[in-house]
């Protein structure tokens, strides 16, 4: 496959390379644009005009430098073994071609992309859209065979764009709903991507039917499909082997394929927890989970919710510490598609655990959050710090504040323990029967007693520690 007749290079090199603003000809979507998508659409043959490039509205030479634009993408694509099923799997990989193009630079995903274009590259010539059309139908082409046709479309036209974008959410939104039917115990085999390891080398996601990847944009059908037609691609079978916690979410066979993918930097990985080992996160997930331990309760936000969030930090300050294929205790990228999920984070309580998250991404998956807890979560439209979120979660008797009360108490009656006096008999004389009581403070009770009967104890000291996991389990 040549390139040599277009104006920039392409290669599997320029994978990772960021445009800076400073080096910034002009952007496509990203967080100024609202009407930004991406998609592919399986054609019947005789539909499309193979090796087309459509462009509905201005081309890059007719756009001012430094600005912002929105854009839809469409991949028509046609062939014998073509079917929709193979539409998400075709249509992730504009991440991965983009990626290839000198100084055009790719980052996110369906409703959410983000193009940037670099001065330079403007600059030799990558100034139309056809340029890009024609480099990713090559690519297409060139790695997936399967393909005998193909077309690209770029719409710039505002107006153009509003009603396909409208249309592709609810594509989107139809390919997430069939996965939803199946569940994680339904199946003997997981898939396994590795096509964002150019961003972030030791990531590899482990896609279960209850467990959407977490760029939200390949659901276990589609990594099973795209593992099926293209076996040397990202998407590989992962067998689920031993369960070793289901609630937790370890398998055996994840395991070895997370080992073996991350060149051993990660060897264990619980699917729905965020604490201990959970899974890592790239750079391109669609929301994030964040632990605020002073509820001792979990938030969620995703990339589109502008400035700080509840414990002040913004979305982007906290990605750019938990990505790059980081495990990291207490942050977790996620799709917001797995927030539907039964088994969403259930190991650590799931959606009883959850204190707050943006009202918008509340209402989008409010058929997934139980219906008794749905008002007793927080958004930004509620509060906005932790003082605050902690005197509604109270007032609305969310779960939570339970658990601080249980706190209370096992932590008074530690306190109480370790500095209650020696017992006042000699260690060799046994205690037969006793009665001993252990005054309580801050804990709503006044006084807690124990009583042994019909014992007989030997000790030094008794200590009462606390048995329950410690504060995040
Ligand atoms: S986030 Fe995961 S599933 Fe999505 S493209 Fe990256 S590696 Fe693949």
Redesign the pocket.
């Known amino acids: 496959m040549s390139f040599e007749d277009l104006p920039v290079e392409v290669g599997v090199i320029y994978e990772g390379e960021r445009v800076r603003k400073a080096q910034m000809y002009c952007e496509f979507g990203g967080p100024k644009v609202t009407e930004k998508f991406e998609l592919c659409r399986a054609k019947k043959m005789d539909e499309i005009e193979d090796m087309k490039v459509i462009i509905e509205g201005p081309d890059i030479s007719e756009l001012e430098e430094g600005k912002s634009y929105p854009l839809g993408v469409i991949a028509e694509v046609a062939g014998e073994q073509i079917e929709e099923e193979l539409e998400g799997v075709f249509e992730?990989r504009l991440?991965e071609f983009n990626n290839y193009v000198q100084g055009w630079m790719h980052l996110n995903q369906r409703y959410d992309i983000w193009m940037r274009l670099s001065k330079d590259s403007f600059n030799k010539g990558l100034n139309t859209f056809q340029v890009v059309g024609t480099i990713l139908m090559r690519l297409y082409k060139a790695e997936l065979p399967i393909i005998e046709k193909i077309q690209m479309r770029f719409i710039t036209d505002p107006d153009a764009i509003k009603p396909l974008y409208e249309e592709a959410l609810q594509i989107y939104e139809a390919r997430d709903a069939r996965a939803r039917a199946l569940s994680d115990d339904d199946v003997e085999e997981f898939y396994g991507?590795?096509?964002?390891q150019s961003f972030a080398p030791s990531?590899?996601?482990v896609?279960t039917p209850q467990r959407m990847?977490?760029?939200g944009?390949?659901s276990w059908f589609d990594a099973r499909a795209s593992a099926r037609i293209d076996p040397k691609g990202?998407n590989f079978k992962i067998d689920k082997g031993e369960v070793l916690d289901a609630f937790k979410g370890e398998y055996i066979g994840a395991n070895e394929a997370l080992k073996e993918k991350s060149l051993g930097e990660v060897t264990r990985v619980f699917l729905h927890t965020m604490f201990e080992y959970p899974h890592t996160s790239?750079g391109?997930?669609e929301a994030i989970a964040f632990y605020i331990p002073e509820v001792d309760g979990i938030a969620l936000a995703h990339r589109d919710f502008r400035g700080p969030t509840v414990n002040g930090l913004a979305f982007s300050t906290m990605a750019t510490s938990v990505g790059g294929g980081l495990q990291t205790e207490g942050f977790l990228g996620l799709s917001i598609e797995y927030m539907r999920s039964p088994k969403f984070l259930q190991a650590d309580g799931g959606w009883e655990r959850i204190v707050w998250m943006p009202a918008d991404v509340k209402e989008r998956v409010k058929d997934g959050i139980p219906e008794e807890l749905f008002d007793k979560i927080a958004t930004d439209a509620d509060t906005m710090s932790v003082d605050d979120l902690k005197a509604f979660l109270k007032e609305k008797q969310h779960p939570i504040a339970e658990r601080w009360a249980e706190e209370e108490v096992e932590e008074a009656i530690e306190a109480a323990a370790e500095e209650a006096p020696m017992m006042p008999y000699p260690t060799s004389q046994p205690i037969q029967m006793s009665t001993m009581n252990i005054p309580l403070t801050g804990a709503g009770q006044d006084m807690i007693t124990l009583t042994l009967k019909g014992v007989k104890i030997y000790a030094e000291k008794a200590i009462i520690k606390r048995t329950k996991g410690k504060k995040g389990k």
């Open positions: 992730r991440h991507c590795v096509l964002c990531h590899c996601c896609i990847a977490l760029c944009a390949i990202p790239c391109c997930f």
